[in-house]
């Protein structure tokens, strides 16, 4: 299950950051004083800026898609995942089909006349195969990583 957090106001953000950091300069003369401070930092960063290593791990999602990829489907888009089968088979969105980025050219007669929104494991290829696919006449989206797509979409 994906959460968004990217509706949180900034201002509520900062108070938080702000009192977790008062909380743990509290304990600055022992170690665990320090560990504490340092943890506390962690925390302001995290939860003022909303970044987190954790968040992707989490399939937390801070971006709020500029694309409606839900609707985009409805209207009976289809998902290309240009991933490598290998990856494909360890996880993909329901539905999709793969197509490998090295295949796409080979393909692309397949997808005449659809709307296409291309995803793979972080966004990189799927903006190659946006392009040649673009440039060839099909009108496609980058759906970027599939898990956060697969987020945007449910």
Same mark, same amino acid.
């Given at each position: 299950?994906?959460?968004?957090?990217?509706?949180?106001?900034?201002?509520?953000?900062?108070?938080?950051?702000?009192?977790?950091?008062?909380?743990?300069?509290?304990?600055?003369?022992?170690?665990? *004083?320090?560990?504490?401070?340092?943890?506390?930092?962690?925390?302001?960063?995290?939860?003022? %800026?909303?970044?987190? @290593?954790?968040?992707?791990?989490?399939?937390?999602?801070?971006? =709020? @898609?500029?694309?409606? %990829? =839900?609707?985009?489907?409805?209207?009976? &888009?289809?998902?290309?995942?240009?991933?490598?089968?290998?990856?494909?088979?360890? *996880?993909?969105?329901?539905?999709?089909?793969?197509? @490998?980025?090295?295949?796409?050219?080979?393909?692309? +007669? +397949?997808?005449?006349?659809?709307?296409?929104?291309?995803?793979?494991?972080?966004?990189?290829?799927? &903006?190659?195969?946006?392009?040649?696919?673009? &440039?060839?006449?099909? =009108?496609?989206?980058?759906?970027?990583?599939? =898990?956060?797509?697969?987020?945007?979409?449910?």
């Amino acid at each position: 299950m994906k959460t968004n957090v990217g509706s949180t106001d900034r201002s509520i953000r900062f108070t938080i950051a702000a009192a977790l950091a008062t909380y743990y300069l509290q304990f600055l003369n022992n170690t665990a *004083g320090t560990i504490a401070l340092v943890t506390g930092i962690i925390m302001l960063f995290t939860v003022y %800026f909303r970044f987190c @290593p954790l968040y992707s791990l989490l399939h937390i999602s801070t971006r =709020k @898609p500029a694309i409606d %990829f =839900k609707k985009i489907l409805q209207q009976n &888009a289809i998902i290309v995942d240009v991933r490598q089968p290998n990856e494909y088979n360890l *996880g993909h969105i329901e539905g999709s089909i793969n197509m @490998p980025l090295s295949e796409l050219s080979e393909q692309i +007669t +397949t997808l005449k006349g659809k709307t296409v929104v291309v995803c793979c494991a972080s966004g990189a290829r799927s &903006a190659v195969a946006k392009k040649i696919l673009s &440039a060839k006449g099909i =009108k496609t989206f980058n759906g970027g990583g599939w =898990k956060n797509l697969e987020g945007d979409i449910k």
